[in-house]
């Protein structure tokens, strides 16, 4: 079996454990990638099929449903969004798209496929709705036009359907740009020496960084085994963190204890679609206002932990109104603190501020800062 073969049947493996078993695409792809023997091409490859796919999905169902007549047994219409993921997005040359994607194909059903593929190339299709060209849930679509206005929401969700980029920091480190960019307002005028908490510390991408500039560092999070991974990432930078595994609505701290305070909180993850694939499948709209209730939570117990005068950062890599802008003017209501602005890379957004991903080729990211009293 030739290489680019092995990497479409090893694609296949992961987009059934994805669909049978509700498996996280980024973990069952990274155990598969472990257990292959593919070369760096391949694995490259590889995770393009899976995840590509997996973003298309909608979109390669229409394009095949033009096609099919009759309903196709899962394991089929596995091999055709895989086939045709290539053709329309991949940048595969027709005929490769074709004949080995057919290849790794269940014998019984190869003539079908052979045929749906070989129809599709060359044609042109004829989306219903942006939310089907774009692969999308309605309902998503739909809450970020309401948001965003048409024409930022569409942009921001045709750059979440293009590969992720990290850039390498200063220390090696990769990390994507709104990140880093994160941390920096976290530590913008830092003085070296000076406590900072990372209330949701793993995987440690942020927390790394303010200990790279000079600051003090407790990282925390729920369980430890997340926070086994801050660890890892700063013994492998040779940075010194202080670790805590607690709940962020209860931290385990002394009021004043910090002079700062980084709230990188829980959220839907509708800005970091491009990295988490599967994720815009998972997400549902009754989870979002859920989940901005605990960032606001996060804030009130993060508040009394700065000394007076201390700065309390706010971050979510998520797109929504309720936990963007609702969070913030909930919480500011509540607390009665003073935002502080953000430097001029970030779009304004309620008393802080925006990144949509096609803003710097990045992560969609909100994040707000506030001075303690």
Not at 24 to 39: E, F, P, V
Not at 129 to 141: G, I, M, N, R, T
Not at 213 to 242: F, I, P
Not at 282 to 307: I, Y
């Amino acid at each position: 079996m030739s290489a680019g073969s092995e990497a479409r049947r090893l694609a296949l493996d992961v987009l059934r454990r994805i669909d049978e078993d509700g498996a996280y695409a980024n973990l069952a792809l990274g155990a598969a990638l472990d257990r292959s023997t593919l070369d760096r091409r391949d694995r490259a490859f590889c995770t393009d099929l899976v995840y590509g796919t997996t973003r298309m999905r909608r979109a390669c169902d229409h394009l095949l449903d033009s096609f099919l007549h009759d309903e196709v047994e899962p394991a089929v219409r596995r091999v055709l969004r895989l086939g045709a993921y290539q053709l329309f997005w991949g940048g595969v040359a027709p005929h490769a798209a074709v004949s080995a994607t057919v290849a790794v194909a269940p014998r019984r059903v190869r003539g079908l496929c052979n045929a749906v593929l070989r129809r599709l190339v060359g044609h042109t299709p004829d989306w219903p709705s942006p939310a089907v060209e774009l692969s999308q849930p309605d309902w998503l679509v739909d809450r970020l036009v309401e948001d965003l206005g048409e024409a930022e929401a569409l942009g921001a969700l045709a750059a979440m359907n293009t590969p992720a980029t990290a850039v390498a920091r200063s220390d090696g480190y990769q990390q994507d740009r709104a990140s880093q960019l994160v941390a920096e307002l976290a530590v913008e005028d830092l003085t070296t020496g000076e406590s900072v908490l990372d209330l949701c510390a793993a995987p440690g991408g942020k927390a790394t960084a303010m200990a790279g500039a000079g600051a003090r560092v407790t990282a925390m999070d729920l369980r430890w085994g997340r926070l086994g991974l801050v660890r890892s990432n700063a013994t492998g930078l040779g940075l010194d963190l202080s670790l805590v595994a607690a709940d962020g609505l209860r931290p385990p701290f002394r009021h004043g204890s910090f002079d700062r305070v980084l709230v990188d909180a829980p959220c839907s993850g509708l800005g970091v679609l491009r990295r988490r694939a599967d994720a815009r499948w998972r997400a549902t709209p009754e989870e979002v206002p859920r989940l901005a209730d605990l960032q606001v939570g996060l804030l009130e117990a993060a508040l009394p932990l700065l000394r007076p005068g201390g700065l309390l950062v706010y971050s979510v890599c998520t797109l929504t109104a309720a936990e963007t802008t609702g969070v913030d003017g909930r919480f500011r209501q509540a607390a009665g603190v003073e935002a502080e602005p953000l430097g001029p890379l970030w779009r304004s957004h309620g008393s802080g501020g925006l990144l949509l991903p096609q803003d710097l080729d990045s992560e969609g990211m909100a994040a707000f800062r506030y001075r303690a009293g």
